[in-house]
């Protein structure tokens, strides 16, 4: 089994504080804590986007099909704009957006972009050798940006020879395997930092794919804002015969408030629930999952519904549990495609905590574990879906999912009571 990269620090860990000493440490999970800053004010701002694309220290993810180029499982690989350049031209931001919105032609096709913000620790990019740092105004560091690099189109050749390029031996730093796109549906393996790198890649690009019409009319979009929105022009040039822009038919999303052109998260809720008398947790199994292998519960949030509601539901659909208090314990961002995995810890109701799976017929199993078993669990039993155990695993014993999964991490703080404040008092 290989071995877990390192969690996230949270912001400030060693700072006291009121919320501190009253509800504990934040916890950070895996694909959280980016290094980058993204500067989103700034995504509109054309000139500062053309100065920080062709910045000599600038650093570039490529994506192809929505795999990460790295050096290995654990560290990804970046190119500077001198490589990408042939792909995404010499300024791709060399217009303002409502320049690029008149000149839009649907029949063109430009490589997706994606600025992901600057690493303002990081003063020089690994990819070339810049003697100073990009500024602009008051921030400095290193530009990340994100390109997709997957052949499709007129730009197949410049994409196909970029690939062939930084998958060459020549490519790859000296005494290591050559570059490779990551294939592989998580990669769980990446260090903390470039796992969020690729998590905020991963989950844009992958929007912006899957986004090229319009949601309120179906005629194609433009991206713009740095790749982080999309918009539904008036005019197109595809169509034109005397090279004047064509009217497009009127569209809502031109008009008032429109959230149909930014990108979505969707929100799911994922709970360790407690027996009443805190001696066992609730778990459940999928039958696609391998034999012995347990997980928390979890489920999506419907619409007018609140995170206590969505945790209360899904158990008692899952498992005919019900629920008494639920308090929220941490989040993570899961690109895949793009979910906010939401932890919650909850105790079930006394009297009505039988395990029922007559509701919904979603899982195999559920039932109540003890804490020695899974604590157990966690000490010798976690791996990923296609993973082997620890060394120390006998076969039969419980199975759990790897600390970059927040179900781990739910499982931990439950098992240690790690979901209170100094004082001992805790939140449910």
């Not at 609140?306 to 961002?333: D, F, K, N, T």
């Amino acid at each position: 089994m290989p071995s877990m990269p390192e969690l996230p620090e949270p912001a400030h860990p060693q700072v006291d504080s009121m919320l501190s000493r009253k509800f504990g440490k934040e916890v950070a999970n895996y694909f959280s804590g980016s290094p980058l800053n993204r500067l989103s004010f700034l995504r509109s701002d054309n000139k500062f986007l053309s100065a920080a694309i062709k910045h000599p220290s600038t650093s570039f993810l490529l994506m192809k099909d929505l795999a990460p180029l790295a050096q290995s499982t654990t560290k990804l690989a970046y190119a500077s704009f001198k490589e990408v350049e042939p792909l995404v031209g010499s300024d791709p931001y060399a217009l303002t957006e409502e320049d690029q919105i008149s000149a839009f032609n649907s029949s063109t096709k430009i490589p997706q972009l994606l600025f992901l913000g600057i690493d303002e620790q990081q003063k020089t990019n690994p990819a070339s050798a810049a003697p100073q740092p990009f500024s602009w105004k008051i921030y400095s560091g290193t530009p990340f940006f994100a390109v997709d690099v997957t052949p499709t189109g007129s730009t197949s050749s410049a994409a196909e020879a970029l690939i062939e390029k930084m998958t060459s031996p020549s490519s790859s730093p000296s005494s290591s395997e050559p570059l490779t796109f990551l294939e592989g549906r998580t990669h769980m393996n990446l260090d903390a930092p470039e796992a969020a790198i690729y998590a905020q890649a991963r989950a844009m690009i992958d929007w912006n794919l899957r986004n090229p019409f319009c949601g309120g009319c179906g005629r194609p979009t433009l991206s713009i804002n740095g790749g982080t929105k999309r918009t539904c022009p008036p005019t197109d040039l595809a169509n034109s015969m005397d090279g004047a822009p064509v009217e497009r038919p009127p569209c809502a999303t031109r008009k008032g408030v429109s959230n149909l052109c930014f990108p979505r998260t969707d929100p799911v809720i994922i709970m360790a629930i407690l027996h009443p008398k805190t001696q066992h947790i609730l778990l459940g199994r999928s039958k696609r999952w391998p034999p012995h292998w347990y997980s928390t519960l979890a489920g999506f949030i419907e619409p007018g519904e609140s995170i206590e509601e969505a945790v209360r539901r899904e158990v008692w659909e899952e498992s005919g549990v019900s629920l008494s208090r639920v308090v929220i314990h941490s989040s993570q961002p899961w690109p895949y495609p793009a979910n906010l995995m939401i932890g919650a810890v909850g105790v079930a109701v006394e009297g009505q905590d039988k395990v029922l799976l007559e509701h919904d017929p979603e899982l195999e199993d559920a039932r109540w574990w003890s804490l020695e078993d899974v604590k157990e669990g966690l000490r010798v039993g976690t791996s990923g879906l296609g993973e082997g155990p620890g060394e120390d695993y006998k076969e039969g014993g419980l199975r759990l999912p790897p600390r970059t999964a927040i179900a781990n991490q739910l499982l931990e703080a439950v098992c240690h009571q790690d979901f209170g404040g100094d004082l001992g008092m805790s939140k449910i």
